[in-house]
């Protein structure tokens, strides 16, 4: 083995892979990707809201993100950072309307 390379650790201090901290017991999103992702959203739910992009540009992005996220246990997290976003009357996400 290479020593530089090879890192020998407790599983208990969890492992980041691609975007996530990976514990035993439960996955997490790094915070980076967290607030990279709340501030990519919000930046998109702002250009919506002036008309530069349609809300089916906006909803993508928030379904990409979902989707990505989705993978840990992030329930809360979603709640938390979709939470700000007001949509007109009529206007609901696919997320919401699957019931997730």
Request: glycine fraction near 8%.
């Amino acid at each position: 083995m290479r020593e530089r390379a090879t890192q020998v650790v407790p599983t208990a201090a969890g492992t980041p892979w691609l975007g996530f901290v990976v514990y035993p017991d439960q996955t997490l999103v790094k915070a980076r990707k967290v607030r990279h992702g709340s501030r990519h959203l919000g930046a998109q739910y702002e250009a919506w809201r002036s008309g530069e992009i349609s809300f089916a540009e906006f909803d993508a992005s928030v379904q990409g993100w979902i989707n990505h996220v989705r993978h840990a246990d992030t329930w809360g997290l979603r709640q938390h950072v979709l939470a700000p976003f007001e949509l007109p009357p009529g206007a609901r996400m696919a997320h919401a309307r699957r019931g997730r």
